[in-house]
């Protein structure tokens, strides 16, 4: 009774991110990469490698501009726009068996939906797996 669901990746990109446009130093001045970091790790980052290079960023009056830009809300966009890049997954079935119906409403609804049906369920595997491991892998992923 083997059922195969596909597993079909997409990724979505709410707007732009660190992915799609890398951080790139105008040039090689500490303030630069001060600002670069800032943007790929986060403001104590850059407050750390600025501190060792005598760049001094505060929390809380403007110090550094990074692309006209105060480097404090700087920082804060850029990881605001990390965030915002998610992988999402789609189930798709390979066929329109009975077993692989039985595996997707187990994936969307829970194994409990499987309850009224053990005899059908028994022996069920999906995508190879028993149906409780196929299950517990979805849960860890995104739908």
């Keep these: 009774m083997f059922k195969s669901l596909s597993l079909v990746t997409l990724i979505s990109i709410a707007s732009f991110s660190a992915i799609a446009a890398p951080v790139v130093s105008g040039n090689a001045s500490p303030e630069s990469k001060v600002c670069a970091i800032a943007a790929e790790q986060g403001l104590s980052a850059a407050r750390a490698y600025g501190a060792k290079h005598g760049v001094f960023v505060s929390r809380f009056s403007k110090t550094l501009e990074c692309n006209g830009e105060d480097i404090r809300s700087f920082a ?3 990881q605001a726009e990390s965030a915002n890049t998610e992988a999402k997954v789609k189930l798709v079935a ?4 009975v077993a692989t119906e039985l595996c997707l409403k187990a994936a969307k609804e829970g194994l409990s939906s499987l309850s009224k049906l ?3 369920t028994r022996n069920l595997k999906c995508n190879d797996l028993p149906v409780k491991q196929f299950i ?3 849960n860890n992923t995104a739908i």
């Design 76 to 78: 804060k966009q850029a």
């Design 94 to 97: 390979k066929n329109s068996t």
């Design 118 to 120: 053990r005899h059908q």
């Design 136 to 138: 517990k892998n979805i």
